[in-house]
């Protein structure tokens, strides 16, 4: 049974095949399934086209010239910025020929070069002697050893006058470990500021006693002081790991005066002795 009704369905595929019209299976004939298909002609291109498309060519080579040998006058008055294209032209000359008479005459000019900018640093140095706000640069920043010395011992007079004028309002919290070999160097550093600045309180605290307390800090290393204020709940980072003494000094003067005021955060490293000087950012008002 199932042999026959397999019969039954090619019988009638073959008779369906048999009765379409005659016409379609001469038009099946043609086409992409038969390999009849032929591909659609080029077209040529005409001959007008081609011979009104450009030819490409190679790009025509400018033969670089001598320089101009200009009179010394006429460099002398020159604007600058022509005055440095015209050298740069006689220098690559120079280089091309390696002529005696082409490098002599870019020495030539190079030397011009040389004469106006001193000249213009002679007139320069002239004006500024004249001005007193320059001149007053001689006492903030000297240049001989004698002014150096002076300048140095009047900013440490300066730092530790003020801070014995400030140190029982303020305090510092240490916080450091006996298994830490930084601390240890830091210790000694400490006791010589207890020295200058008995009035500073000094706060020691072990991490590894009191480990709340570095954590309620944010403090994650040993040797790390912190500022405290008198009345401020907030303590201030001044320093993490060894601090040499004069620069634990001047980092507290700097910051109590920003905090209390006394000068503004562009003024951080100006001295007293400095504000309303050229060293004094500030001196022309605030921006």
């Known amino acids: 049974m199932r ?6 369905v ?3 595929l073959g008779l369906g095949l048999c009765l379409v019209p005659a016409g379609w299976a001469k038009e099946e004939k043609v ?3 038969n390999y009849n298909w032929t591909a659609p002609k080029k077209e040529e291109p005409q001959e007008e086209a081609k011979a009104a498309a450009p030819s490409p060519s190679a790009p025509a080579a400018q033969s670089p010239t001598a320089p101009a040998r200009l009179s010394e006058k006429e460099l002398w008055q020159m604007h600058p910025d022509q005055f440095q294209e015209h050298l740069k032209t006689v220098h690559k000359w120079a280089v091309k020929t390696l002529d005696p008479a082409d490098v002599q005459h870019y020495r030539e000019v ?3 070069a040389r004469r106006k900018a001193s000249a213009y640093a002679a007139v320069s140095g002239y004006l500024a002697e004249r001005d007193p706000m320059v001149l007053r640069s001689d006492l903030d920043v000297p240049v001989t050893n004698p002014g150096r010395v002076a300048v140095k011992q009047r900013n440490d007079m300066e730092v530790d006058e003020f801070l014995r004028a400030k140190s029982k309002r303020y305090g510092l919290i240490y916080f450091k470990s006996e298994t830490c070999s930084l601390c240890k160097a830091q210790n000694g550093i400490m006791s010589y500021l207890a020295h200058d600045l008995p009035g500073l309180a000094q706060e020691n605290v072990d991490v590894d006693l009191h480990p709340d307390l570095a954590g309620r800090f944010n403090v994650r290393s040993t040797p790390t002081l ?10 201030e980072l001044i ?6 003494l004069n620069v634990l000094k001047e980092r507290l003067w700097r910051r109590i005066r920003v905090r209390e005021g006394l000068s503004q955060p562009q003024q951080y490293y100006t001295y007293e002795a400095e504000q309303g000087g050229p060293q004094d950012p500030l001196a022309g008002g605030t921006p």
Do not use: K, T, Y
């Open 239 to 244: 320093a993490v790991g060894v601090v040499a």
């Open 10 to 12: 090619w019988l009638c």
């Open 31 to 33: 086409g992409w399934w």
């Open 3 to 8: 042999s026959f009704r397999f019969q039954r």
């Open 226 to 235: 912190l500022l405290l204020e008198d009345g401020n709940p907030n303590p």
């Open 110 to 112: 190079q030397d011009i």
